[in-house]
């Protein structure tokens, strides 16, 4: 019980393993932190801050740091392409760090009444869907690679369009009316398309010869 080290046993276990992570990831050449990595990270982190500005009805802080973190996507992926950065890594935290971002503000959304609860569990099934069917080919012994299409490219950005224009319009005061509903009817149809064109690609990789 002399030093901090006795007395927070809980810290020097958190500064450890921080340090382990960091160890690893600067011993693997693929796997560095870069900017863009930090960047993205940083994109990662802002998301409970802006789950719980919509929990406590702040919509215009939320769409603000929603927009945040929208221009550190174009950022990372300008400094990435532009200076030569892109890595194993980014290539992981990218795509994860948007479906962390949409699937917690969908979810938020839902509960706050501000989305359609029918299109939040699509939406959130769909991306628990095409995780379970990569996670099942993976035990089966038949990896399936899930590469992204037009038509998914096209799902993510009606996404995100959606989550802009519903707390601008939360947060700015104004009724979005017929755009709003346009929006979800396009969110509803790609999701639905996403989802037929993931499942073909899957049953068609599952079912061909090893």
């Not at 990595?37 to 702040?58: F, M, Y």
């Not at 290539?91 to 509960?111: E, F, H, N, Q, T």
Request: net charge positive; aromatic share 8%.
């Amino acid at each position: 019980m002399r030093n901090g080290r006795a007395r927070h046993p809980w810290r020097c276990a958190w500064q450890e393993g921080a340090r382990g992570l960091c160890a690893t990831l600067g011993s693997k050449p693929g796997l560095r932190l870069s900017i863009p990595n930090l960047i993205t990270l940083g994109r990662i982190l802002l998301v409970p801050v802006v789950v719980w500005a919509i929990a406590s009805g702040a919509m215009l802080s939320a769409f603000l740091l929603f927009l945040a973190a929208g221009v550190s996507d174009a950022v990372d992926g300008f400094l990435a392409k532009r200076f030569g950065m892109t890595s194993e890594l980014g290539a992981y935290l990218d795509p994860l760090a948007d479906k962390v971002l949409i699937v917690s503000i969908y979810i938020s959304l839902g509960i706050a009444n501000a989305l359609p609860r029918w299109l939040v569990i699509l939406v959130v099934s769909r991306d628990l869907l095409i995780v379970g069917g990569v996670m099942l080919s993976w035990v089966i012994g038949k990896p399936v690679s899930v590469k992204p299409h037009i038509v998914s490219k096209l799902n993510t950005a009606a996404q995100l369009l959606l989550v802009a224009l519903v707390l601008a319009a939360l947060g700015m005061g104004f009724d979005a009316g017929w755009a709003l509903t346009l929006v979800t009817i396009a969110v509803a149809t790609l999701t639905l398309a996403s989802v037929a064109i993931y499942l073909r690609e899957w049953v068609q990789h599952m079912g061909s010869a090893p």
